[in-house]
Each structure stands twice: as C-alpha cells, then as structure tokens.
C-alpha cells in the first residue's frame, strides 16, 4: 500500500533527451499542508519533472513519487493526484459539461460533482458551450475542474496562471491556499516569481535542470543583504572609520556616498560619531526577491552583479544558501478569507485525513 502521507518526493531525479539534460539530479520534498512553487526560467526542466512525476516520462536515473509510489503503482491515480499540464486538450465539439461527465464516467464519479466543480472554477454560464471557443483562461479553469474531478490529495499544476486575467489568478491564489489549509499537497510550477509570490509557503528554483535553491520563500528573502548608502561630509574618512571599525564591505560610490553592506544603521551612525564624521543621510535598501530570481536562474548573471549595481565579492550577487533544507516542518496557516468562493466546508468533510488512502466514493455533492 502507499503510505497516504500526501507528500511528493524527488530524488536524484535525472532525464535526458538524447543530448539534451533536461534534469540533473534533482531532490526536493513537497509536504501535506503546503503549497510548493517549482520556479525557473522557461526550459530549465520544470515540465519534464512534472511529467516524470505523474508517470509520462520515464526517468534516466532517479525517482519521483507520491505517498512513497510511482505514479504507475498507485492504486486509484485519480484519486490521489490532480494535475494540470497541459490545457489545451479538450474534445473541442464537446462541452465543457460533457467533457467533465467523460472524465468522471472514467473515475467512477457521480454527475453532480460535475455540476460542482462547474461552479467551482467559475465555469457554470458556460456549461453547455463547446469547448473549442474557449480562451485560454477557460480552458484553464476548465482543466483545474478535471484535475478536481477525483477529489484528489494532491495536486500538480504546471504554469496554471497563463492566460488568466488577474481576477483568475486571484481566484487560483485563494483556492491553492485553502486547498493546502485542507491538508492537502499542491505543487505549482510557473516562470514567474511574482505569479505565485503570494501563495507559496516553499520554493524550489531550478535553472537548466539543476536545483539553485530549495526552502522556505523566508529565508531566501532573509539570505538577501541589505545594505545602507550613508551620505557623509568625508566619504574617504568614513571608509577609513568603518574598515577600522573591522567593517570592510564598504564601497564610496560615484555620487560621494559609502554604500556598506550586512551593516545597520545604528551601527554606522555610532562610527561616524565616534570619528567626528558629520553624516547627512542614510538610505536602506533591499534587493527585490524578484531580481534574486534572476540572478539564481541565469547562467550569465549567477555570482557577477548586474549592471549599475554595487555588489561586492560574494555579497548581493552570489546564490545563497543553494540546496537548502527547510529548517522547521512547514506549519499549516489555515486559510480564511470572507467571502472565498471554495467551498471550503464541504471539502473539509469529504476529504479524509491521509493515512487513510484512497477513498470509497461517497459524500459527492450530497450536501447542497
Ligand atoms: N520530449 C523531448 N525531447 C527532447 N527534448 C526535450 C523534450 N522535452 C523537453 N525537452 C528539453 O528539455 C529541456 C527542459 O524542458 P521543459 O521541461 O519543458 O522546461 P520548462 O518546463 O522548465 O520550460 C528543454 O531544453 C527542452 O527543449
Ligand atoms: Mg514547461
């Protein structure tokens, strides 16, 4: 039996097309109760991951598995595992709720949840049109409703916020958090940081099949320094004070300030006083998460500062703390918004703590 832990496990997972790596031994963990964004640049392997996954690639070298099996082992996939990668593959004479009545005769789900999920996902007005005139955010939507179909534990989407307007991808942000505030598991692939910024308790970053970092979206935000741009009345004497003071990541920039990195300033105002320096300003600044994207997903820039930017050796620019463990067990921060379209209650009693595997089919739609 599979161990109905929810949890997604990578390890040393390998694929290669011909000459091409697309994955490089990639090890990462995604836990129950939590949603995972798997970022990286276009290319850098997230959809071969994802297929290799949900058992449509088969690995060079490695495994992927969720609840401790492959993907072919588990008894009842559909029940286990949710997924979306692909959105554009629908029968296009079909309709939409036609094309959910296919899925879920294939399941063995009864029709009403088919109405459900039609409401679910917004879909509900286009019901009974083809699918074939659907935009791409409906097709998305209606993909995720597929996905839902089995009332799965886990969830795997792959770039599921293309071709939403931001009002869907709002929609997706509330429905992922509250999903995961279930106890379920959600992994979510996209290219841009900013896409899922707000919705992920942990990140895996990978570039050219490799991982550059694997933790919490905290601590890559903690990894990166600031610094303070002090404006003072000598700035060669306030490099002088501070170096004496065993601070040395201290530059004068082009404009007569002193750019000082891992310093505070407290700490930098009480050394210019103490060395009579008059200080006429300080300026604190952070490095944006998503220009640290950036700098960990391109080959080019990885470890060299951008340009215009001060980034002294090994500050700023390097990758930090790659291969990251999470320090602590994610903590589930239950999701609760006013007004949230997800039919949270319900979910919380059809779905049955993981330990328990696959569930009989029971308690679909029977409360409305
Ligand atoms: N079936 C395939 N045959 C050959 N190369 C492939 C195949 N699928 C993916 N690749 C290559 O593997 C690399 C990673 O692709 P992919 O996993 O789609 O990246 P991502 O989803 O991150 O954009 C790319 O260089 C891509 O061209
Ligand atoms: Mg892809």
Redesign the pocket.
Known sequence: MHDGSGRIAVQNLT?R??A?T??QNLSFTVEPGSVTGFL??????????L?MLLGL?TPTAGTATINGRRHHELGNPARVVGSVLDNGSFHPKRTARNHLRVYAAAIGVPDQRVDELLGLVGLAPAADRKTGGFSLGMRQRLALATALLGDPQVLVL?EPANGLDPEGIAWLRNFLRSFAAQGRTVLV?S?LLSEVEQTIDQVVI?SA?MTRYYGSLENLRKSQQSRVLVQPADASALVTALREAGIDKVEPTSDGRVAVIDSTVQQIGDIAAKAGIAVYGMEEQKADLEQLFFQLTTPQYSGAPLPGQFMPQGAWGGAPQPYQQPQQPYQPQPYQQPGQQYPQQQYQQNYQQPGQGPQPNQGWGGQQ
Do not use: L, M
């Not at 990286?40 to 991951?49: I, L, R, S, Y």
């Open positions: 694929k097309f011909g091409v697309a994955v990286g640049p276009n290319g850098a392997g997230k959809t071969t991951t297929r690639v792959d692939s290219h990978v099949g």
